[in-house]
């Protein structure tokens, strides 16, 4: 409506007549769910450092993987995350046990002297046996050999001694600090020190039993949460800003005995639903520990049986430096460092750019090295994996989501989509409640094709020209009487998305020489 001009004079009026431009939202914020030290449970709280993660939620806790995947995402080169810290479980301790044993003294059986703990936490510390051998001729009566063995791995320690007088080889310090396998702690026992020796013959460590605290309150339920109640995964509904999801402890709980297999189906199933729901996140899924490139596949194929666009799995777990150790590693479920790697090259490439070919930073080694003959049955059913390279480091070398679609095979296509799909839903409310005319139609496809425009250009979208690249349609025929008395407003887009050079193939042949080909 124009405006009434009652007296004379000058007027001066602003008119909008440029576009509305459309900015890219970001793509890169993760969101972790599970178990800290301290700190607000059940509530999504906003992260950008990880000095303010341990101000806030504490440090590594044993047992538990959360600190350690923030600490892999911003090591990684991630920004800002969410941290949803579920209620900590009854007995949390015990959701970290370590294989042992107690070695008896030489004075009595029944009196253990040391005990023997397995620094990998788990049943891996199961395939340990430790061999004590009395001193050889001449020697103190008191010193004794240890023989640590775990497969083709084999640790000696010589001259060890209960005591701690100047010079002697404590076992406790001596092994505790140079073994790459186990701890050592001397326990009280009467008698000498030579009586207090351990008596000699070998051990095998075991698991420890451990009462069924925690099962009910590590249930699906626990992880997954309530919208409403703002829980788990659940509560992330609130949280816009997220486009990635993980969940690491999830594992710790499985790792530990307390979950199941089927459990940790359902809840990586709610976790792709959630992001399915919300289409504008991708979860970043961990497969279980401990298996091999064969189990894996069974594991997947048999057992798990995802398909969905809006998820990927890695496999193997990868070995990191643990920070409660001493100079030990640990192993660690990827999907924190995953995440971060995400980060990293949506900000040095694009969102476009499939996050693989990457160096993993702070991975030491991997729980399985897998040949390229594993990778080609793994490849294929959705498994992203984690390869070691001679002279380059420890690389994701793997892109695809668990879609059996072949349009949504790649990370890169759907991750784009989502940035596309979102920043044009923000840079158009606008248009709410305009007129829904011609002018408005071609206001839309202005904005619009305006923002695709620079997508292309970035490098996101194939064509040599922006025709090539995409389509943007707003007309009569998507919008006729009966649409526009409904109150709707139909736009139609059609991307080309770039998608990654997977297989790389170089057709060399003998050339007799002449004429070069160019084409």
């Not at 605290?213 to 339920?221: F, I, R, T, Y």
């Not at 894996?296 to 777990?317: C, H, I, M, Q, T």
């Not at 970035?458 to 649409?483: H, I, M, Q, S, W």
Request: glycine residues 10%; negative net charge; hydrophobic residues 40%.
């Amino acid at each position: 409506m124009s405006p009434q001009y009652l007296s004379p004079g000058v007027y001066v009026e602003e008119v909008e007549r440029g576009a509305k431009p459309i900015e890219g939202v970001g793509t890169a914020v993760a969101a972790f769910v599970g178990f800290a030290e301290r700190g607000p449970t059940q509530t999504p709280t906003l992260v950008t450092n990880w000095s303010q993660f341990v101000n806030t939620f504490g440090g590594f806790l044993p047992g538990f993987y959360l600190a350690h995947a923030v600490y892999g995402y911003f090591q990684n080169g991630g920004g800002s995350c969410y941290i949803v810290r579920l209620p900590t479980p009854e007995g949390a301790e015990k959701m970290a046990p370590a294989a042992e044993v107690a070695l008896p003294s030489r004075a009595a059986a029944a009196l253990p002297t040391l005990r023997i703990t397995a620094k990998e936490e788990g049943k891996a510390g199961e395939a340990i046996t430790a061999e004590v051998a009395p001193p050889g001729a001449g020697a103190p009566e008191d010193q004794f050999t240890l023989i640590v063995r775990r497969g083709a791995t084999q640790e000696v320690f010589e001259n060890l001694t209960i005591g701690k007088a100047k010079g002697a080889r404590n076992v406790a310090e001596v092994v505790t600090k140079e073994s790459k396998l186990v701890r050592i702690e001397v326990l009280e026992a009467p008698g000498s020190q030579a009586e207090r020796a351990p008596a000699p013959g070998t051990y095998s460590l075991t698991m420890p039993e451990t009462k069924a605290l925690a099962v009910k309150e590590l249930q699906p339920l626990v992880f997954v949460g309530e919208a409403a109640a703002r829980s788990g995964v659940g509560g992330l509904e609130a949280v816009d800003e997220v486009t990635m999801l993980c969940a690491p402890d999830l594992m710790a709980g499985y790792k530990a005995g307390f979950l199941s297999k089927d459990t940790v189906k359902a809840v990586q199933l709610a976790m792709l639903a959630h992001c399915e729901t919300m289409k504008d996140r991708f979860a970043i899924l961990n497969c279980p520990p401990g298996l091999s490139p064969q189990e894996v596949k069974e594991w997947r194929v048999n057992e798990a049986g995802y398909d969905s666009k809006y998820g990927a799995l890695y496999y193997p777990w990868i070995q990191v430096a643990n920070p409660l150790g001493n100079g030990a590693g640990i192993l660690v479920p990827p999907s924190g460092h995953i995440a971060g790697i995400y980060a990293r090259s949506d900000r040095e490439r694009g969102v476009h750019k499939a996050p693989a070919n990457e160096v993993v930073r702070g991975a030491l080694s991997l729980e399985t090295q897998i040949t390229k003959g594993e990778q080609d049955i793994l490849n294929p059913l959705g498994i992203n994996c984690i390869r070691a390279f001679p002279g380059r480091g420890i690389r994701i070398w793997g892109a695809r989501t668990l879609s059996s679609d072949a349009a949504w095979r790649y990370i890169n296509v759907r991750r784009l989509f989502n940035f596309v799909e979102e920043s044009i839903e923000q840079g158009t409310q606008w248009v709410v409640f305009e007129p829904n005319d011609v002018d408005l139609w071609e206001r839309v496809k202005r904005d619009v094709s305006a923002f695709l425009t620079r997508i292309w250009r970035d490098g996101a979208l194939f064509g040599r020209t922006p025709e090539e690249a995409f389509y943007v349609k707003c007309d009569e025929e998507l919008n006729p009487v009966e649409v526009r008395d409904a109150g709707q407003l139909i736009i139609e887009i059609g991307l080309a998305p770039v998608k990654p050079a997977e297989f790389v193939i170089f057709r060399i042949s003998q050339w007799a020489g002449g004429a070069a080909v160019t084409e």
